[in-house]
């Protein structure tokens, strides 16, 4: 066997606090492999995982995700933490070139097996492993014979000095914990003493034909010069062919690290696309190392074959634009469906697992998302993550963790965040999902940004990414900001479309969301509180209602989610906790509604839009359209029929129409499928209660390929007694008389301007109030702050 593998994660871990430099003091880096010994007093520890689940399974913390338990865990961060593990090799193995790998530790930490220190190292992202080779003990002792010892450094606090190398902690729905642990798998590799470090496959297309340029990096281990050869087979995995397309590479391998490259094409090659483009055609890339009749290494992969590239988009006036914002899968546009993603899963990586990944994602895809956007706020995902993404057909575009900080130029800091990038890239590169590559997250954001060292630490990330792959990358997101503008970026680039929310009733949605003019919206804020039934897992029952301090704590500003219940409703909706909670998430969704879908109506001039967030990664009252335990919001619905890929849309310029007032929308049908369609039917209803009050029908309707089109329009003239709301529903129906499509709108009967006058009456109440107490969570329950 070429290679051959030793699991080290699972639960066969032990860990135990000291203080810093204590544990070096008193030897624990020198403790043997015994089976009795110190370590028997530790508790027992979980890799992957994190220190904050480990001790709170101890029960040395409460649950952090319950109450406001975290803060009450900040102590954690002041400690070393030491993780140990003992494991046997065989005998076998001696002459092998052994390793010890570790995928990903956070953040910082030093590594010892059987008393001599292997080394240390700095950063989330990167793997790094060390030769063990002479240093394993073969010995058959009870639970092993080798002692593997790990030190985990205090976390940073500052996340200024660590962006780009640890995810972010801090920010507007963070707690201010900082997580770290162990957080990826830990392996020794036993391999020849030749192996194959990494295979990076890029396509470009040919007409039918797929170009496959493949890159692999050898490793020489050894002191001499060593003759092998690459063969590569290339053949379907997920669908039938029994064509296999290969290549062989004769070369020398010299030792340390050696790149060669060749080149395959696919004729007639199956495409993989996006879910709603096209199939999910996979290819297995499989090649393997030898030396004259030994087999050195093997290295399996799948990968899809397709194409990205960027266009400009059109519309624009010449200076407002200078980045292209279009992207083109194989050759057809690909209007972004998005969603951020919020993830991981959970913060605190412990708690984790492959299934709760499977099902997020699968209810991504259900929800008509074709698009995740991970932002620098939250980390590059793991590989399973893409491997269902390419599964699912939903393209991912991906941020480096540089979020809303001024970053220093300087070699040190730029190099060690380009470190963490050139593993992130590798890891990841061959994933057919992964199709955008980004440096920063609201780095053009103020002045001190302005005056940093940003936008030279993007352009050189920007750099390093094109040597790694040829997926596209950009700067930043947003790319028009006030900052950005002033540091000469053009106005009309990207958008983040959060001040409706923020600005918490200065504006309507009607007022906002169309006044926003650019290529692409690659953020769009709306919020809601989560199920009753969830808020009960992590809010204490004396806090559930009325509202308690835990509502603030885990980010609920109660004043922007009451004026978006009236923004919405035309009242605060505080009878009960279970009337507050329904109308926060229809509001949500309502809000999305109407965003989502002025955008959408404006392709190709606009590109894509990315709701945020599809999941948040602990239990908050904020973005989530799925809560921290799965369980989807009354919003999630509301988006699964707004992005729908064939939509029948009503363009309307407010939501408040009073009596004796003629309501007037327009009648648009937006086609995110390739193919065009025929002798389509769109009918349409206004309704109060059971009455149909207007209806109307088009017929014969020819939709094109990925289009947004406006093919009439539809009015009604209020009764002068109406009250109350009254609502629209749309459909398409082919000409089968099968329906192809719904949607639907409430809209309410009543005075826009005197709705718009108590919402900035509100609004000025709550800023009274943060004037008095600031922006804490005391604003809303001021007893607390004034005790005696």
């Known amino acids: 066997?070429?290679?051959?593998?030793?699991?080290?994660?699972?639960?066969?871990?032990?860990?135990?606090?000291?203080?810093?430099?204590?544990?070096?003091?008193?030897?624990?880096?020198?403790?043997?492999?015994?089976?009795?010994?110190?370590?028997?007093?530790?508790?027992?520890?979980?890799?992957?995982?994190?220190?904050?689940?480990?001790?709170?399974?101890?029960?040395?913390?409460?649950?952090?995700?319950?109450?406001?338990?975290?803060?009450?865990?900040?102590?954690?961060?002041?400690?070393?933490?030491?993780?140990?593990?003992?494991?046997?090799?065989?005998?076998?193995?001696?002459?092998?070139?052994?390793?010890?790998?570790?995928?990903?530790?956070?953040?910082?930490?030093?590594?010892?097996?059987?008393?001599?220190?292997?080394?240390?190292?700095?950063?989330?992202?990167?793997?790094?492993?060390?030769?063990?080779?002479?240093?394993?003990?073969?010995?058959?002792?009870?639970?092993?014979?080798?002692?593997?010892?790990?030190?985990?450094?205090?976390?940073?606090?500052?996340?200024?000095?660590?962006?780009?190398?640890?995810?972010?902690?801090?920010?507007?729905?963070?707690?201010?914990?900082?997580?770290?642990?162990?957080?990826?798998?830990?392996?020794?590799?036993?391999?020849?003493?030749?192996?194959?470090?990494?295979?990076?496959?890029?396509?470009?297309?040919?007409?039918?034909?797929?170009?496959?340029?493949?890159?692999?990096?050898?490793?020489?281990?050894?002191?001499?010069?060593?003759?092998?050869?690459?063969?590569?087979?290339?053949?379907?995995?997920?669908?039938?062919?029994?064509?296999?397309?290969?290549?062989?590479?004769?070369?020398?391998?010299?030792?340390?690290?050696?790149?060669?490259?060749?080149?395959?094409?696919?004729?007639?090659?199956?495409?993989?696309?996006?879910?709603?483009?096209?199939?999910?055609?996979?290819?297995?890339?499989?090649?393997?190392?030898?030396?004259?009749?030994?087999?050195?290494?093997?290295?399996?992969?799948?990968?899809?074959?397709?194409?990205?590239?960027?266009?400009?988009?059109?519309?624009?006036?010449?200076?407002?634009?200078?980045?292209?914002?279009?992207?083109?899968?194989?050759?057809?546009?690909?209007?972004?469906?998005?969603?951020?993603?919020?993830?991981?899963?959970s913060f605190l990586y412990g708690r984790n697992s492959?299934?709760?990944?499977?099902?997020?994602?699968?209810?991504?895809?259900?929800?008509?998302?074709?698009n995740l956007r991970i932002f620098g706020w939250h980390p590059p995902e793991i590989p399973d993550f893409y491997r269902i993404c390419d599964e699912l057909g939903i393209t991912v575009w991906t941020n480096f963790t540089l979020a809303t900080q001024a970053y220093s130029a300087e070699p040190e800091f730029v190099n060690g965040v380009l470190h963490e990038c050139i593993h992130t890239v590798k890891k990841r590169r061959n994933h057919p999902s992964q199709i955008f590559w980004m440096g920063g997250e609201e780095v053009f954001f103020s002045g001190a940004h302005e005056e940093s060292g940003n936008k030279y630490l993007m352009e050189v990330i920007g750099d390093t990414v094109a040597e790694l792959t040829n997926i596209p990358y950009g700067l930043a997101s947003p790319l028009s900001s006030e900052s950005a503008v002033n540091m000469g970026f053009k106005p009309k680039e990207s958008i983040h479309a959060n001040e409706h929310y923020y600005q918490g009733g200065a504006e309507f949605m009607e007022e906002y969301y169309p006044s926003l003019d650019c290529a692409i919206i690659p953020e769009l804020t709306a919020a809601s509180a989560p199920s009753v039934e969830s808020l009960k897992k992590f809010i204490p029952e004396d806090e559930l209602w009325p509202m308690g301090l835990s509502w603030g704590y885990h980010w609920a500003d109660i004043d922007i989610l009451k004026n978006l219940n009236f923004e919405v409703f035309g009242d605060y909706k505080m009878g009960s906790l279970e009337e507050f909670v329904e109308a926060t998430q229809i509001a949500q969704g309502t809000v999305a509604q109407f965003a989502l879908e002025t955008y959408r109506r404006r392709k190709p001039k606009m590109s894509g839009v990315s709701l945020c967030h599809f999941i948040t990664h602990w239990p908050d009252i904020k973005w989530g359209l799925v809560d921290y335990y799965g369980k989807k919001k009354l919003s999630y619905f509301y988006v699964k029929q707004t992005y729908q890929p064939l939509l029948p849309s009503v363009q309307f310029d407010k939501r408040r129409w009073a009596p004796s007032e003629t309501f007037t929308g327009g009648i648009w049908i937006v086609n995110d499928y390739q193919q065009e369609l025929t002798n389509v039917t769109c009918d349409w209803v206004i309704r109060q209660g059971e009455f149909t009050h207007e209806a109307g029908t088009l017929t014969g309707l020819t939709i094109g390929a990925d289009s947004s089109v406006q093919f009439g329009d539809m009015s009604w003239l209020l009764p002068e007694d109406a009250e109350g709301e009254f609502e629209i529903d749309i459909r398409l129906i082919d000409q089968d008389g099968t329906e192809m499509s719904y949607n639907h709108y409430t809209l309410l009967v009543a005075d826009q301007a005197q709705a718009k006058e108590q919402s900035l009456k509100y609004l000025a109440e709550a800023k009274e109030r943060a004037s008095k107490y600031g922006l804490s969570i005391y604003r809303y329950w001021p007893e607390h702050w004034d005790q005696e």
């Open 1 to 345: 066997m070429a290679l051959h593998t030793i699991d080290l994660s699972g639960n066969h871990w032990q860990m135990e606090r000291m203080r810093p430099g204590q544990g070096v003091d008193e030897g624990f880096h020198l403790l043997p492999a015994e089976y009795q010994g110190t370590t028997f007093s530790w508790n027992h520890a979980s890799i992957p995982g994190d220190v904050y689940t480990d001790l709170h399974k101890a029960g040395e913390i409460d649950d952090p995700y319950v109450g406001r338990n975290m803060h009450k865990a900040k102590w954690v961060q002041d400690y070393e933490w030491w993780y140990t593990r003992r494991f046997s090799v065989e005998p076998s193995m001696k002459g092998k070139t052994i390793r010890l790998v570790f995928e990903g530790v956070d953040y910082s930490c030093e590594v010892w097996l059987n008393g001599h220190l292997l080394g240390s190292h700095e950063g989330m992202f990167s793997e790094f492993e060390f030769d063990i080779s002479e240093l394993v003990n073969y010995d058959d002792w009870r639970d092993g014979s080798n002692m593997l010892m790990v030190k985990l450094n205090p976390p940073p606090k500052n996340y200024r000095n660590c962006g780009g190398k640890k995810v972010n902690f801090s920010g507007d729905y963070f707690t201010g914990l900082v997580p770290f642990g162990i957080w990826r798998p830990v392996k020794v590799e036993i391999t020849e003493p030749v192996r194959i470090v990494s295979q990076r496959a890029d396509v470009k297309l040919d007409g039918d034909d797929a170009i496959v340029d493949l890159f692999y990096e050898v490793e020489n281990h050894g002191d001499t010069e060593v003759a092998v050869e690459v063969a590569v087979n290339l053949a379907a995995h997920n669908f039938d062919s029994d064509q296999v397309h290969s290549a062989k590479l004769t070369e020398q391998a010299k030792p340390g690290l050696n790149t060669y490259q060749t080149t395959i094409r696919v004729a007639n090659a199956e495409l993989w696309w996006p879910w709603d483009m096209g199939d999910q055609n996979l290819y297995a890339l499989n090649a393997t190392l030898t030396a004259g009749d030994t087999v050195l290494d093997q290295n399996d992969d799948v990968i899809g074959l397709r194409e990205v590239v960027m266009e400009m988009n059109p519309g624009f006036e010449p200076g407002d634009n200078e980045y292209p914002w279009t992207f083109v899968i194989n050759g057809k546009r690909h209007f972004l469906r998005s969603a951020c993603w919020g993830g991981q899963p």
């Open 354 to 370: 492959l299934k709760k990944y499977q099902d997020r994602l699968d209810a991504v895809k259900e929800c008509n998302i074709n």
